[in-house]
């Protein structure tokens, strides 16, 4: 099968690799869409890889022994191998199973775990169906587009009476946008790069203010009452974000965090009274139904949030459009034409 590989900084190519093999109730699917994500910094830093991609969309192709899905269903991708025996998988959490499956060693297949190939391997509890009704292209939001600032706002209780602010507008902010906008919440943004802040108030933010303004905190709170906002979602990745999104809350504000990067003084935690949540993926056990209504519901915006489109022999060019960060989300086909 064709995948993509890294081969050295800012060096990737398509290269032939041996078919992954379905066993026991690891099925394999054909990649038919993979959104691309974080792995232009693996380009970039040229860190040696043939298995990227963690998002996609597919069809199954060998159901195995599977008594979840058959060959020809279409299904969402969900990222990692997740056991599916300890507490966090039991409860559907299976992003933060800290007992990942070796999909290769179980099936005896030498590739077949990144979602940048023609074919891969996946636990059959990893895959959600994807209805008839919802197309392919809307169908690939469904993961880190919509799924992280889902899961976040979901424990933020955020609601339509709520001014929620979104700092960083990289594809999973601006997905947050509109998960924001459909909940009916007021929505607030943080962004430097203009082509980004411009996308965001396409997509619905009422006001987007450069972070490094001298006066941010004021314009935020001249926006918010006088008091701060009612919700704060990071996703900027930045050392110094959260630490400054804590000062843009008001008293007993809600905060989120779908980033891995900088620290907060506890405090002005415990000053303000602020809920604190960590997000980093959606539960498709509990809230199939509501994620995908939500892709029904926010079609026009979806369209708008996906940018551009990249055949797979053109993913150094793909991952050279998202250093530059003028982009939202980028969809990457297998096949050698992009699909509309």
């Known amino acids: 099968m064709l995948c993509v590989e890294i081969l050295g900084p800012r060096q990737a190519q398509v290269s032939q690799r041996p078919e992954p093999q379905a066993s026991g109730d690891i099925v394999k699917i054909q990649v038919l869409v993979a959104p691309m994500c974080t792995e232009w910094q693996s380009w970039r830093s040229g860190k040696l890889s043939c298995e990227l991609g963690h998002e996609a969309v597919g069809v199954v192709v060998d159901a195995a022994q599977s008594k979840r899905l058959k060959v020809g269903d279409r299904v969402v991708v969900m990222p990692h191998a997740g056991c599916g025996v300890c507490p966090a998988c039991r409860s559907g959490e299976h992003i933060h199973c800290i007992s990942q499956r070796d999909l290769l060693d179980e099936t005896g297949s030498s590739s077949g775990i990144g979602c940048y190939a023609e074919f891969l391997l996946k636990p059959d509890y990893l895959l959600q169906p994807v209805p008839d009704d919802i197309e392919t ?24 009476q709520d001014t929620m602010l979104i700092s960083g507008c990289g594809a999973v902010g601006l997905g947050a946008i509109i998960n924001a906008r459909t909940i009916g919440a007021r929505v607030i943004a943080l962004e430097l790069n203009p082509y980004r802040a411009a996308l965001a108030q396409e997509l619905g933010a009422e006001l987007v203010i450069d972070p490094r303004a001298p006066d941010l905190i004021e314009q935020v709170r001249a926006a918010s009452g006088g008091y701060g906002v009612d919700a704060a979602l990071d996703t900027s990745n930045n050392e110094g974000a959260p630490a400054v999104v804590l000062e843009l809350l008001r008293a007993r504000g809600r905060l989120a965090f779908v980033t891995w990067s900088g620290s907060l003084p506890v405090n002005r935690i415990t000053g303000k009274g602020i809920d604190i949540f960590g997000a980093w993926h959606w539960n498709h056990d509990v809230f199939a139904e ?10 026009p915006l979806l369209d708008r949030l996906t940018t551009h489109r990249f055949a797979m022999s053109e993913v150094a060019s793909a ?7 003028n982009c939202g989300k980028v969809l990457l086909y297998p096949g050698k034409i992009a699909q509309a």
């Open 137 to 160: 292209h809307h169908a690939a939001m469904a993961i880190c587009a919509l799924g992280p600032s889902f899961t976040a706002m979901h424990r933020m209780h955020v609601t339509a």
């Open 319 to 325: 991952f050279a459009l998202q250093e530059t960060g």
């Open 290 to 299: 509501e994620l995908l209504q939500r892709v029904r519901d926010a079609r």
